[in-house]
C-alpha cells in the first residue's frame, strides 16, 4: 500500500521521463478542446472554416448529418 500512498506527503516526482512528455503532448489536445467548447459556433466557421447555413429549420442538421 505504501506504493499507492505515501507514508510522506512530498513534491519529488520519483516517475520517469515517458509521463511528463505525454503529459506535455496532452496539453495541447486539450486546450484544443477547451477552445472547441467555449467558441460560440463550437469552432464550426472560426476555426475550421465551415460554412454554416442559415433558415428555419436548421439546414445545418441536414447537410452536415449531425
Known sequence: MDTVLSPRASNEFNGGSVLIYGFCLLLPVT?????????????VNSIASIHLFHGTPAPNNVAFGW
Open 31 to 43: 486546450f484544443r478542446a477547451i477552445v472547441h467548447f467555449l467558441k460560440e459556433d463550437s469552432g
